[in-house]
T-cell receptor, first 113, second 114 residues
Framework: GESVGLHLPTLSVQEGDNSIINCAYS??????FIWYKQESGKGPQFIID?????DKRQGQRVTVLLNKTVKHLSLQIAATQPGDSAVYFC????????????FGTGTKLQVIP | DGGITQSPKYLFRKEGQNVTLSCEQN?????MYWYRQDPGQGLRLIYY???????QKGDIAEGYSVSREKKESFPLTVTSAQKNPTAFYLC?????????????FGDGTRLSIL
């Protein structure tokens, strides 16, 4: 079936290095993608989004890349900090009568001081 | 500050008991959602509401009920019919009238069985 998935369940990164978290999606009808950060015991926090008419979008220290050809999404975090340690998951918005969103299972980012 | 408030943070349910989880938002969002989060799984949609006095079942609505009497409130009741209620419950909202917008989440309610 159609699904959103992540390639790596856990990613360990040295403080100050860049982090790259990947996500594969399979629904070609998806036209809106979102990255969330979730810290332990808290709700997901919106990081950045991208629409299918774009290939790249930048925020503060974060960049999302969208490759529609291979149905791949990535989140790049520059100069990773200890406060970036969390679970990150992507979500795809499948076109429909309501904003149905399918969430991935998440990648845990561990920042090594 | 605007946001979504979920209460209580922790909730315990006895067998055969119904419990209600509160979700309030002051973001003036039209749409509200309830999700269930289990370890190792993505969020699963329980119910959603796009407008006051209207709501729709999500993917796992059995054993749950909701109401949407006010724009800012979307309480979720976990009924005794829900045999595996232990989970982290998340409420979200967004402005569905402005094209595709990200859902914003509360900090969740963790429900456990006594």
């Amino acid at each position: 079936g159609e699904s959103v998935g992540l390639h790596l369940p856990t990613l360990s990164v040295q403080e100050g290095d860049n982090s790259i978290i990947n996500c594969a999606y399979s629904n070609s009808a998806s036209d809106y993608f979102i990255w969330y950060k979730q810290e332990s015991g808290k709700g997901p926090q919106f990081i950045i989004d991208i629409r299918s008419n774009m290939d790249k979008r930048q925020g503060q220290r974060v960049t999302v890349l969208l490759n529609k050809t291979v149905k791949h999404l990535s989140l790049q975090i520059a100069a990773t900090q200890p406060g970036d340690s969390a679970v990150y998951f992507c979500a795809e918005n499948i076109a429909g009568g309501y904003q149905k969103v399918t969430f991935g299972t998440g990648t845990k980012l561990q920042v090594i001081p | 500050d605007g946001g979504i408030t979920q209460s209580p943070k922790y909730l315990f349910r006895k067998e055969g008991q119904n419990v209600t989880l509160s979700c309030e938002q002051n973001l003036n969002h039209d749409a509200m959602y309830w999700y269930r989060q289990d370890p190792g799984q993505g969020l699963r949609l329980i119910y959603y509401s796009q407008i006051v006095n209207d709501f729709q079942k999500g993917d796992i609505a059995e054993g749950y009920s909701v109401s949407r009497e006010k724009k800012e409130s979307f309480p979720l009741t976990v009924t005794s019919a829900q045999k595996n209620p232990t989970a982290f419950y998340l409420c979200a909202s967004n402005d569905s009238g402005q094209g595709k917008q990200p859902q914003h989440f509360g900090d969740g309610t963790r429900l456990s069985i006594l």
